[in-house]
C-alpha cells in the first residue's frame, strides 16, 4: 500500500515538473522579442571591453539599453546571413563585412571604419622581456629554438593573416611556418602564451596591454601589413542606433578607445 | 561526381587522423575499463562514489572546460607535464598525442559506465563455479566474466570510439587546431565553417563523419545481434 502511495505520489510530482517546465517555456515564448529602447549590438571578441565601456557611457546619456554579442567576426556574419537581427554589426575585419555588404543586410549598403588596433610580438614575461626592432636581420628561429610561436590560425583568424602577412614582409615566414601554433582565434592565441606553451606569439596590442603575464618585445610597422580596421554596418533604420554609431566615432568616445590600446 | 569525393589533402589528412586518434583511444581505454568496471561491478571499498564522480566529471562538464584543465595539468608549466619536459623532453600539449589524451577522458566515463553495467548483470555463481573448478582469478576473468558481459564491453567500446570521434571542445583547448598533427574530422569541420566558400569542403567532411559514426554503430548492433541468436 505504502509503495503504492509513493509511486503516486513520485508521479505526480513529475506531472507537474513537466507541466512547470513547459508553461515557464510557452510563457516565455509568447513575450515580445524585440523590445523598445534595446539596441542589440553583434561585434568581435576583441572588441568586449572597451565597448562594454562606451556602452555604459552611452546608456547614462540617453535612455536605452545596450546588448552585447560578441563572438568571432565570422561566427557572427553567418549567424546575420542565417536570420539573426542585431541592430548594428562590428567586424575585425574587411572580408566578414564585406560578405554582409553583398547579402544586402546594411540598410545603407555601406561600412564604416571605426578604430584601429596593432600587431605585436610578445613572450611570456617571465621568459623574455628585452625589447627590440622588428627588421629583415631578426632570426625569429633563434629566439624560439624549438619552442612555438603562437599566432591565430592564419586559414580563417584575421589576426593570424595579419600576423602572416607581417612575417612574409620581413621574410620570417618561411623559417616560423613550421613553428606555428595556430589558435582558434586571437584570445586563445595570447593564452597559450601566458601558459608558457609557446616561446613568442604575435597578436594584437590590445590583448597584449590588458594581459599581466606577458611583455611587448616588438611593434610590427604599420606598413608591414593590411591596415587593422573594425568595420560597423547598420542593420537597422532606428535613429537610435544611428546615434550610438555616431557617438563610437566622436571626440569623447575616442580617449575612452585610446584608454584600451586603440588608434 | 568525382570532384565530389576528390578530398584534398589536408581533408584526407584529417580524416585519417581522426579513425588514428579514435582506434588508439579505444585500444588504451578498453583494458583500463575492463578492469575499472570489473573493480567498481564487483568491489566495495573506501571511495568508490569519489572515485566514480571522478570518472564521470567529463560527462558532465563542458568539454572546452576538460581541456582547460588537461591543460593546468599536463602543460609545459604544471607539475606533471614540466616533469616531462625537463627529464624526457616531451612535450605533451598540442600534439598528436594531446588529442589522444583528451579523447580518452572524455569517452572513458562511457566505457566503463557500459562494461560495469554488463559486468553487473554476469552471474557471480558461474565466477565461483569456475574457481571452484581451478581457474584462477584472472583466467576466470578472461574466460567467464568478459565473455559473459561482451555485449557491453562492445558497446561501449564503440562508444568511446564514437565519442572520440566526435571530440571537439577539449581537443582544441589542449591539443590545438594543428594540421597533420592534431586536426581532426570536427576541427577541420570548424576551420573550413570559419572561411566564406568553403560550404562544400565542410558539407563533405560532415558526410565522411556521418557515414564513419553510421558505420560503427552498425557493425556494433551486427555484431550483438549475432552474438544473440548464438546463444538461443
Known sequence: MSVSLLHLWHKRLANSIVLGLISFLLLNSCSPTKKENVIRVFAAASLGEVLRELGEKFEQQKSIKLEFNFGSSGTLARQIAQGAKPDLYISANKSWADYLLEEHIFIEDKIEKIAQNRLVLIAPKNKFQEKFEIDTSLSLVNILGKERLSIGDPRHVPAGQYARQALIHFGLYKEAEPHILPGKDVRSALMVVEMEEAALGVVYRTDALRSKKVSILANFPQDSHEGIFYYAGLCNEGATVKDFMSFLVSDKARTIWQGYGFE | ?232
Open chain 2, 1 to 232: 561526381m568525382s570532384e565530389f569525393f576528390g578530398f584534398n589533402g589536408a581533408e584526407l589528412q584529417a580524416i585519417s587522423l581522426s579513425v588514428q586518434v579514435a582506434l588508439i583511444c579505444s585500444l588504451i581505454s578498453l583494458p583500463l575499463a575492463l578492469a575499472l568496471g570489473y573493480l567498481m561491478a564487483r568491489k566495495e571499498f573506501w571511495g568508490k562514489s569519489i572515485l566514480e564522480s571522478i570518472i564521470n566529471l567529463p560527462l558532465v562538464m563542458p568539454p572546452v572546460t576538460t581541456g582547460y584543465l588537461l591543460l593546468l595539468l599536463l602543460g609545459s608549466k604544471s607539475l606533471i607535464g614540466g616533469w616531462l619536459l625537463d627529464n624526457l623532453g616531451i612535450k605533451l600539449a598540442f600534439s598528436f598525442y594531446a588529442a589522444v589524451i583528451a579523447s580518452i577522458v572524455v569517452s572513458f566515463p562511457l566505457i566503463v559506465r557500459s562494461i560495469r553495467t554488463s559486468m553487473e548483470l554476469v552471474d557471480t555463481g558461474l565466477e565461483d563455479a569456475s574457481r571452484i573448478l581451478g581457474a584462477g582469478k584472472l583466467k576466470t576473468f578472461i574466460r567467464i566474466t568478459i565473455p559473459l558481459a561482451l555485449p557491453g564491453v562492445i558497446s561501449g567500446t564503440i562508444l568511446a570510439f564514437a565519442r572520440s570521434l566526435g571530440e571537439f571542445g577539449a581537443t582544441i583547448t589542449f591539443a590545438g587546431n594543428i594540421e597533420g598533427e592534431s586536426q581532426t574530422l570536427p576541427l577541420a569541420i570548424y576551420s573550413y565553417m570559419q572561411i566564406p566558400g568553403q560550404e562544400d569542403s565542410t558539407f563533405r567532411l560532415v558526410l565522411v563523419s556521418i557515414f564513419i559514426s553510421f558505420l560503427a554503430m552498425i557493425l556494433s548492433e551486427w555484431y550483438i545481434k549475432k552474438m544473440k541468436d548464438a546463444r538461443t
